[in-house]
Each structure stands twice: as C-alpha cells, then as structure tokens.
T-cell receptor, first 115, second 113 residues
C-alpha cells in the first residue's frame, strides 16, 4: 500500500533564509506526488506536483520540489522564506495501480518563519 | 467559482446522535474523497469514490457511511456519533486520472460531546 512520511512536525526558519520541508514516500508502482498548503481555518490548497520528467518541479508562491527516485523523496524547497509562508504543509502520494486513485497524505509539517 | 462546497461548516452533536455531512463539486470531477484531520495525525482518508456508482473504504472507515448520490454529490453519514469522531472533516474532488491534483472544500468542524 502507498504511504508518505513527513519526518518533521515543525520547521523553523528565519525570513530570507532558504527552507526545506521533507517528504519520503513508499509505493509499488509509479508515484504521483503532490504538495499542499493549509492556512489556519482553511482548506488545503494545491502547490505543485510531480508526474514524470524533470525532477525539479516549480509551483505556486515561489515553491519548488525535488523528486529523488533513489531516495524515494520529494522535498519542498524555497530559496528565500517569507513570514507569510508560515502554514501547515502536506505531502501526498497517489499510486498508479488498478482502477483506484486513492490520494494518501502525510501527517503534515508546520512551517514557522520568524521575522 | 464555487469549486467544492461543504455543509455545514460547524456542528455540535451529542453522543449517539446521527448526522450527514454534505459535499458538492461543480468541476465535473469523477472522483471524490472524505478525509478527517486530527492534530498530529494529518489527513486520513475515510472513504472515497473513484467514479459515480462506486465507493471504497479508506484508512479509517469505521463508524461512517457514504453515499455517492450523483456525479456532483458525495455525503458522509455518522449513524451514532462518538467523541472520537470529533474532528475537522474535508471533502475533496479530482479528475479520475492519477496525475491530477485534488481540490478541497473549506471543512466541517464537528464536535461530539
């Protein structure tokens, strides 16, 4: 069964510094990987996805993510953090198998950007 | 653009009461999902419907039932609410293809006392 792990409950970074939010996955077939962001009392918003092709994926709000098949990772990155990036970030995976398209989420990582 | 609409936004139930959470999408998506969000647990899949006429259990289906009423609507029913079902519930929808992202509603905050 597919699964995704976010090893850090919280990531703290100073404004202007680069940020990384980690995600590793486990699937038996081809993975489709997604990052979402959740602001307080809101639903989840899509940031970016990896389907195939270039391992570096660019998304909304200056975020990007690097797919690494050998390490089964899909870390979210941003070169320069903003205070407004502070939110809860979720990694998700969908496995290409059978007729189902279940979307499974990690436990989330709280990003706190200090001024 | 409405996207995914959930009702109600807030609900307080007494233990043993029943209720139905409603979800509707206007994006002509085939697949719909119900998740619950709990602190430290992330989003856990309760039930999903890959396409109209089909439903499948997710990670935490016990205590819940679902109905895919038509292509637009996917409801979640709690027959006999328990305090352990206190959570924030999210409905989502997506195209059937594996490489498409899901779109989420704003959530229903449910408290069972």
């Amino acid at each position: 069964a597919q699964s995704v792990a976010q090893p850090e409950d919280q990531v703290n970074v100073a404004e202007g510094n680069p940020l990384t939010v980690k995600c590793t996955y486990s699937v038996s077939g081809n993975p489709y990987l997604f990052w979402y962001v959740q602001y307080p009392n809101r639903g989840l918003q899509f940031l970016l996805k990896y389907i195939t092709g270039d391992n570096l994926v660019k998304g909304s709000y200056g975020f990007e993510a690097e797919f690494n098949k050998s390490q089964t990772s899909f870390h979210l990155k941003k070169p320069s953090a903003l205070v407004s990036d502070s939110a809860l970030y979720f990694c998700a995976v969908r496995e290409e198998s059978g007729a189902t398209n279940k979307l499974i989420f990690g436990t989330g990582t709280l990003l706190a950007v200090q001024p | 653009n409405a996207g995914v609409t959930q009702t109600p936004k807030f609900q307080v139930l007494k233990t043993g009461q029943s209720m139905t959470l409603q979800c509707a999408q206007d994006m002509n998506h085939n697949s719909m999902y119900w998740y619950r969000q709990d602190p430290g647990m992330g989003l856990r899949l309760i039930y999903y419907s890959a396409s109209e006429g089909t439903t499948d259990k997710g990670e935490v289906p016990n205590g819940y039932n679902v109905s895919r009423l038509n292509k637009r609507e996917f409801s979640l029913r709690l027959e006999s609410a328990a305090p352990s079902q206190t959570s924030v519930y999210f409905c989502a929808s997506s195209d059937l293809r594996w490489n498409t992202e899901a779109f989420f509603g704003q959530g229903t905050r449910l408290t069972v006392v």
